[in-house]
């Protein structure tokens, strides 16, 4: 990993235009090929990004990251104060809470309730940029991606398009559908998850276990 603080500019052309006026920012330059630019406050997301497969032009003064979808990213540099390379080393990934590695567990073995016909295909496909918690086939053979999460945030459908945009790049599985599964899924995920396409499912922990609710008298 390459980390870089220094005073730039950013400007990104794709889908849409944004700029990002001079500002003390660090880039990040990572294995995978993707470049970043962070800034100090206000989230912990980056302020712009470019995600692999990319490819990383260096002159003295500016950066360009492009991508085969012909997006661009222009990073004009004005003063480099650090300028560092650390070897963080293979990671041996996020291990699941226990709650969460049985919800999946459990719905590769019920996948017919998400529809009839569908068949498994893998749990923790492999991918790039990291492993989809499910990879099945619905009723009409089409693959869909499940992330499974016990409580559906934003930064879960972002994981899951990200995992979508890379595997739709594959002629052999595209075209592939999305699932959100969460016990929880918060309002503006779902909002995100509609429009990128991503269907969410609300998942039942203690039926999926077979476990009867119990009965109230009053």
């Known amino acids: 990993m390459r980390l870089v603080i220094a005073r730039c500019s950013v400007d990104y052309d794709g889908r849409l235009t944004a700029h990002l006026p001079s500002a003390l920012r660090l880039l990040i330059v990572k294995a995978d090929g993707s470049v970043l630019v962070h800034s100090d406050g206000g989230s912990y997301k980056p302020l712009n990004w470019m995600s692999p497969p990319c490819r990383l032009t260096e002159q003295p003064d500016r950066w360009t990251v492009a991508n085969k979808a012909g997006e661009t990213l222009t990073i004009t540099i004005e003063e480099t104060l650090s300028d560092t390379f650390v070897d963080l080393g293979t990671d041996p990934g996020l291990v699941k809470d226990g709650v969460e590695a049985h919800l999946q567990e459990l719905l590769a073995g ?21 492993p ?19 409580r559906g945030e934003i930064d879960g459908v972002e994981q899951l398009t990200r995992y979508l945009d890379l595997l739709n790049r594959d002629p052999l599985l595209a075209p592939v559908h999305g699932v959100f599964a969460a016990q929880e899924i918060r309002p503006q995920a779902r909002v995100l998850a509609a429009d990128r396409g991503i269907r969410c499912v609300t998942l039942d922990y203690d039926t999926m276990r077979g476990i009867e609710p119990e009965n109230t008298l009053f």
Do not use: S
């Open 132 to 150: 989809v918690d499910i990879m099945c086939r619905d009723g009409d053979g089409a693959h869909v991606a499940i992330e499974i999460k016990r």
């Open 110 to 130: 019920q996948l017919h309730l998400l529809g009839d016909g569908w068949r498994l295909v893998r749990r923790e496909y492999p991918t790039p940029i990291g």
